[in-house]
Every structure is written in structure tokens, then in C-alpha cells.
């Protein structure tokens, strides 16, 4: 018999997010299930009965994350016209949410686990396509310089990440105002246009996590 009868839409839900809450804390190789399950105020089983491994966790603790944030940020992106405030949109987004503690975990782990590397790969080729795809619709309609819509999606997602380091490690010379000036600056160059500043209510109501 299932040890969680009937809330399966419920508990599994409060598993992960007390998964993401303990692992940021303590490091995924600090964490045990008995943890995730104290947190999540169930038992050990009832984590097993979803999670074969803390590696399960964690991926699927961010998979989440990343399907909120997409949620949201399109819900932002299909009212913006413009690609260049849809690209800065993204920026903005993901600079707001700057604390990629989960996800120095999984690159972390992703450098010895079949899985984790999977997981590592499928989450950031969907944060470099959302870039490259409103690149190549600005390319379209004559906003952005005419480079590799993959290229300039890869180099973006790739500084926005190692300034993403450097906040969240609490380095005094990065803080997310400047990883988002930078990131912009860095954009603006490679595209060979001007970014700019959003609507504040552009970027409202978008929700926490990153990719």
C-alpha cells in the first residue's frame, strides 16, 4: 500500500520544496533522506516511495523551480513586443533571482553522475533555446546583429551563470545590480544594440528559481 494515499498532488510538491530548502542548506552530500523527510514532516519511506536517490532529488527540486519560472516569465514575455524588452526581460529575471545555490550542486554532481548530467544538460539547453528563440525573432525583424542566434544565446546564458556565481558566494564586488548591468552591457555588445530599461511592471510578479 502507498504510504501517502490519495495526496500524491500534495505531498510530493512539499517533498521538493523541503528537498530544495535542506540541500541549499547543507549541501547535497550533507543531506539524507531522513533530513528531507523531517523537513517535509513525513517519513523517510514516503521520500523513497517518489526519490530512488538525492540525485532525484535535487534534479527534480529544480525542474520544478524552472517550470514556475517559465510559467511566469512568459506569462511577461507574450506582452512585450519588442524582442529587445523581451531579451532584457530575461535578464532582469534571471538577475533578480540570483542564488544558484541548487544549481552549483547539480554541476557539482554532474561532473561524475550519468544522471545529473542529463539533468544538467536538458535544464540549461532550455534556458539557452528561451534566449536564442527571442535572439532569432529579433534577428527577423531587424533588431539585433545579424551572429549566431546559438552562439550569442550560449555566451548570454554562460556570463549570466558565472556572475550568478559570484553573488551567490557573496562576493562583495558582484552584487545583483551589477550582474545585471553587466549582463546587459555584455548583450548590447554582442548584438550590436541598446537595451532598453524596462517597464518596472514588466518585471513584476515574477516568481522565484531560476534557470
Same mark, same amino acid.
Given at each position: 500500500?502507498?504510504?501517502?494515499?490519495?495526496?500524491?498532488?500534495?505531498?510530493?510538491?512539499?517533498?521538493?520544496?523541503?528537498?530544495?530548502?535542506?540541500?541549499?542548506?547543507?549541501?547535497?552530500?550533507?543531506?539524507?533522506?531522513?533530513?528531507?523527510?523531517?523537513?517535509?514532516?513525513?517519513?523517510?519511506?514516503?521520500?523513497?516511495?517518489?526519490?530512488?536517490?538525492?540525485?532525484?532529488? /535535487?534534479?527534480?527540486?529544480?525542474? !520544478? #523551480?524552472? @517550470?514556475?519560472?517559465? *510559467?511566469?516569465?512568459?506569462?511577461? +514575455?507574450?506582452? &512585450?513586443?519588442?524582442?529587445?524588452?523581451?531579451?532584457?526581460?530575461?535578464?532582469?529575471?534571471?538577475?533578480?533571482?540570483?542564488?544558484?545555490?541548487?544549481?552549483?550542486?547539480?554541476?557539482?554532481?554532474?561532473?561524475?553522475?550519468?544522471?545529473?548530467?542529463?539533468?544538467?544538460?536538458?535544464?540549461?539547453?532550455?534556458?539557452?533555446?528561451?534566449?536564442?528563440?527571442?535572439?532569432?525573432?529579433?534577428?527577423? /525583424?531587424?533588431?539585433?546583429?545579424? !551572429? #549566431?542566434? @546559438?552562439?550569442?544565446? *550560449?555566451?548570454?546564458?554562460?556570463? +549570466?551563470?558565472? &556572475?550568478?556565481?559570484?553573488?551567490?558566494?557573496?562576493?562583495?564586488?558582484?552584487?545583483?545590480?551589477?550582474?545585471?548591468?553587466?549582463?546587459?552591457?555584455?548583450?548590447?555588445?554582442?548584438?550590436?544594440?541598446?537595451?532598453?530599461?524596462?517597464?518596472?511592471?514588466?518585471?513584476?510578479?515574477?516568481?522565484?528559481?531560476?534557470?
Amino acid at each position: 500500500m502507498s504510504p501517502r494515499p490519495q495526496i500524491d498532488h500534495i505531498r510530493k510538491p512539499q517533498i521538493l520544496a523541503a528537498a530544495a530548502e535542506v540541500i541549499a542548506q547543507r549541501g547535497l552530500a550533507s543531506t539524507r533522506i531522513a533530513d528531507v523527510a523531517e523537513r517535509a514532516g513525513t517519513s523517510a519511506s514516503a521520500v523513497l516511495y517518489w526519490f530512488g536517490s538525492k540525485d532525484d532529488l /535535487l534534479s527534480d527540486a529544480l525542474t !520544478v #523551480d524552472e @517550470d514556475r519560472f517559465y *510559467a511566469a516569465v512568459t506569462e511577461r +514575455l507574450v506582452a &512585450l513586443d519588442d524582442p529587445r524588452d523581451r531579451l532584457r526581460l530575461l535578464i532582469e529575471a534571471y538577475a533578480a533571482e540570483y542564488d544558484v545555490t541548487l544549481w552549483m550542486e547539480l554541476w557539482g554532481r554532474a561532473l561524475r553522475d550519468d544522471g545529473a548530467a542529463v539533468a544538467r544538460q536538458r535544464l540549461d539547453d532550455r534556458w539557452r533555446d528561451q534566449i536564442a528563440e527571442v535572439i532569432r525573432d529579433g534577428q527577423h /525583424l531587424g533588431e539585433f546583429a545579424g !551572429v #549566431d542566434g @546559438d552562439d550569442a544565446a *550560449a555566451i548570454i546564458a554562460s556570463l +549570466l551563470d558565472g &556572475l550568478a556565481v559570484q553573488v551567490t558566494v557573496g562576493d562583495p564586488g558582484f552584487r545583483p545590480e551589477r550582474m545585471r548591468e553587466l549582463a546587459v552591457k555584455a548583450a548590447e555588445l554582442i548584438l550590436g544594440c541598446e537595451l532598453p530599461p524596462l517597464d518596472r511592471e514588466a518585471t513584476a510578479q515574477v516568481g522565484a528559481g531560476g534557470p
